[in-house]
C-alpha cells in the first residue's frame, strides 16, 4: 500500500518537482539568440563546455534502466551481467579519433544528425534515409525503456492500480511533464537536469556501497551468498565467474554493445552540442568515471541476495520483475528518507536520457524525411517546430509501448535495437575514414546484416516469458551449425560483420562494373576543422557577429 511509503513518495515528488522546474527554466539557460531554430533547440546553441557535456553525455548513457537492470542481471544470472562494465571501458578509446572527425565535419557543414553527414559524404538520399530510419527505430525502444525503469520505483513505492490506465496514470503524468519542458526549452532541458540527476546518483551509490557491506556482513558474505544461490541453481549458464558456455556470449555482447552505444543518434546529440574537439577529447578521457560507478552499481545485484530480496510479481502470472531488486534493497535496508532519495534518482535518471533520445528521434525525422522529402525549402523555425511537435509524438508512441506491451517485450526490443543500430556502422563510422565502400553497396551490406539480424532474432525464445521469438539477443551456436554446443553468440557482431562482408564484395564488383558512385561533399580538411575556424558554419548564436565583421566570409550554409 502507498500509505506505508508515505515519506519515500513525498521526497520522491519534491525532487521531482524540483528537476521538472529546472527544466522550464533551462530555456533562459545560456541565453540563446533565437530558439526557433534547430541549432539552439536540438543542440543546446552548440556550446556545451567540458562539464556540460560530461555531465550531459554521462547522463544520456548511463540511464535509469542502467541502474535497475545491470544489478538485475547480475541477480538473476551472475557474472554474465558485468559485460556493462568492459563494453562502456573499451568503448572510449574505440570512438576518441572517429567522434572528433565527426564534430568538425558536422560544425563545417551544420550538420544535425548522423544521416547528415551520410548524405552529404556519400551523396545519396536513400542510403541517408535508411540511416534514419534505423536510428529512429532503434531509439523508440530505448525510450520506453526507461520507463521500465520509472515503474520498477512507483511498484516499490506502492504506487499502482488495478486498470491498465489507473496503473500507468504516474508515468503518463511524469512524462506529460517531461514532453512540456522538453518542448520548451530543448536540449538545454536534460543538461540542467543532469547535474541534479548525477549528483544525487553518486550521491546514493556511494552510500550504499559502504553502508551495505556494514549492514551485510562484509563483502565476502555477500559474495559467499551469490555463490550459493548460483551453486543450488539448475542453469548451465549462471554463477559468480563465467564458464565455458557463456564467455562467447560476453565477449561478443560486450564488444558488439561498445560499437552500438555511440552510434545511437542520441550519444551524438550529446557530441555535437558540444563547444570544440578539445571539449570531446576531455569528455572521452573523463567519462570512465561513470564505468567504475557502474561497476559499484553493478555489486548492488549481489547484495540484494544476501540481503534476501524476493522481487515483485511481473506482468504475467508466473513471473517476477527483476528490475524491483534494488528499489527494494534500498526500500529494506535503508531509511524512508534516503529510500526516497534513491528512488527519486533512478526517476531522475529516466528523464535525462528520455529527453535526449526523444530530441536526437525528432532532428532524424525532421532533417532527413520532412525537409529531404517533404518541404525542402522548410526555414529554420520551420525545422524547430516540426522537431518539437516530432519530440511530443515520439513520447507519446513511448509511453503507449509501456501502456499496451508488457514490459519484458520492451526490454527485448531493446536489445534488438543494439542489432538494428550496428547496421550502420559501415556508412557512420566508417565512412568518417574513408569512402572505398560504394554507396550502392552500402545499401546491400544493411539490408544483408538487418535480415540476418532479423533472422537469427526470431529463432531466439524466451522462456522466461514462453515466448517463441524475439525473446533475447544470445543466438544459439548449435543452430549455425555447431552439433551439441551450448554456446551462444552476440546477434549483432555476427550481423555487421556479415554488413561488412557484403558490402566490400559488392563494392568491387559496382567498381568493376562502373557503376556511379556520386560525389563526396566532404575534403580532408573538414576533418579537422576545430572552434574559431571561419569554414565552421556559425550558429544563431555567433552568425550575427559574423555578419558584423565584414572581414570574415561565412561559410555557405549546407
Known amino acids: 500500500m502507498w500509505q506505508d511509503h508515505l515519506t519515500e513518495i513525498i521526497i520522491f515528488t519534491l525532487l521531482f518537482l524540483l528537476v521538472s522546474a529546472m527544466g522550464f527554466v533551462a530555456a533562459r539557460w545560456r541565453a540563446p539568440n533565437d530558439m526557433a531554430h534547430l541549432d539552439e533547440w536540438g543542440l543546446g546553441g552548440r556550446s556545451f563546455g567540458g562539464w556540460i557535456t560530461w555531465f550531459l553525455v554521462g547522463g544520456d548513457l548511463y540511464?535509469?534502466?542502467?541502474?535497475?537492470?545491470?544489478?538485475?542481471?547480475?541477480?538473476?544470472?551472475?557474472?554474465?551481467?558485468?559485460?556493462?562494465?568492459?563494453?562502456?571501458?573499451?568503448?572510449?578509446p574505440l570512438v576518441f579519433l572517429v567522434l572528433v572527425r565527426l564534430w568538425s565535419v558536422s560544425h563545417r557543414h551544420g550538420f544535425v544528425t548522423p544521416a547528415d553527414f551520410v548524405r552529404k559524404r556519400f551523396d545519396s538520399p536513400t542510403l541517408a534515409l535508411i540511416i534514419a530510419i534505423t536510428g529512429i527505430v532503434a531509439t523508440m525502444p530505448y525510450i520506453a525503456l526507461q520507463l521500465v525503469g520509472i515503474e520498477a520505483v512507483l511498484k516499490t513505492m506502492g504506487v499502482t492500480g488495478e486498470s491498465t490506465i489507473a496503473r500507468h496514470l504516474p508515468i503518463i503524468i511524469a512524462f506529460a511533464i517531461l514532453a512540456a519542458y522538453t518542448y520548451q526549452s530543448g536540449l538545454r532541458a536534460p543538461a540542467l537536469i543532469a547535474f541534479v540527476k548525477d549528483s544525487l546518483i553518486y550521491i546514493v551509490i556511494l552510500v550504499a556501497i559502504v553502508y551495505l557491506p556494514y549492514k551485510l556482513g562484509g563483502w565476502g558474505s555477500i559474495f559467499d551468498a551469490a555463490d550459493a544461490k548460483f551453486d543450488a541453481s539448475p542453469s548451465p549458464n549462471d554463477g559468480i565467474t563465467l564458464n565455458a558456455n557463456n564467455q562467447l556470449q560476453y565477449i561478443t555482447l560486450a564488444l558488439g554493445s561498445a560499437l552500438a552505444l555511440f552510434l545511437y543518434p542520441h550519444s551524438l546529440t550529446g557530441v555535437l552540442a558540444s563547444r570544440s574537439r578539445d571539449v570531446i577529447k576531455r569528455n572521452m578521457s573523463a567519462l570512465p568515471a561513470y564505468s567504475l560507478l557502474l561497476g559499484l552499481i553493478a555489486l548492488l545485484g549481489y547484495a540484494a541476495i544476501a540481503a534476501g530480496v524476493t522481487p515483485l510479481p511481473g506482468a504475467t502470472e508466473g513471473t517476477v520483475d527483476n528490475n524491483t531488486v534494488v528499489p527494494l534493497l534500498f526500500e529494506q535496508q535503508f531509511p524512508s528518507w534516503f529510500a526516497g532519495i534513491a528512488f527519486a534518482a533512478i526517476g531522475i535518471g529516466a528523464l535525462v536520457p528520455a529527453a535526449i533520445m526523444s530530441i536526437a528521434a525528432a532532428n532524424l525525422f525532421t532533417r532527413n524525411i520532412y525537409k529531404e522529402y517533404l518541404r525542402k525549402d522548410a526555414t529554420s523555425a520551420q525545422e524547430a517546430n516540426v522537431s518539437k511537435i516530432t519530440s511530443l509524438v515520439v513520447k507519446i508512441g513511448a509511453v503507449a509501448c509501456i501502456v499496451f506491451l508488457d514490459p519484458q517485450f520492451s526490454i527485448d526490443l531493446q536489445l534488438i535495437g543494439g542489432v538494428i543500430i550496428l547496421q550502420t556502422l559501415p556508412a557512420v563510422a566508417l565512412g568518417l575514414y574513408t569512402r572505398w565502400f560504394h554507396r550502392g553497396a552500402l545499401v546491400a551490406g544493411w539490408a544483408a546484416g538487418m535480415g540476418l539480424g532479423m533472422w537469427m532474432l526470431y529463432q531466439i525464445p524466451n522462456p522466461a516469458t514462453k515466448r517463441a521469438h524475439f525473446g533475447g539477443s544470445a543466438f544459439p551456436l548449435e543452430k549455425l551449425g555447431f552439433d551439441g554446443s551450448t554456446k551462444t553468440i552476440y546477434v549483432g557482431l555476427v550481423a555487421v560483420v556479415v554488413n561488412l562482408l557484403v558490402a566490400a564484395i559488392v563494392t568491387l564488383i559496382l567498381r568493376a562494373a562502373k557503376v556511379a558512385d556520386g560525389v563526396d561533399g566532404t575534403e580532408q580538411d573538414d576533418y579537422f576543422a576545430d572552434e574559431g575556424d571561419p569554414r565552421l558554419v556559425p550558429s544563431p548564436r555567433e552568425s550575427t557577429d559574423e555578419v558584423a565583421d565584414d572581414s570574415v566570409e561565412p561559410a555557405p550554409k549546407v
Not at 544489478?71 to 571501458?89: D, K
Request: hydrophobic share 65%.
Open 63 to 92: 540511464t535509469a534502466y542502467t541502474f535497475v537492470a545491470v544489478p538485475a542481471l547480475l541477480f538473476g544470472a551472475g557474472a554474465a551481467g558485468f559485460f556493462a562494465v568492459p563494453y562502456t571501458i573499451i568503448i572510449y
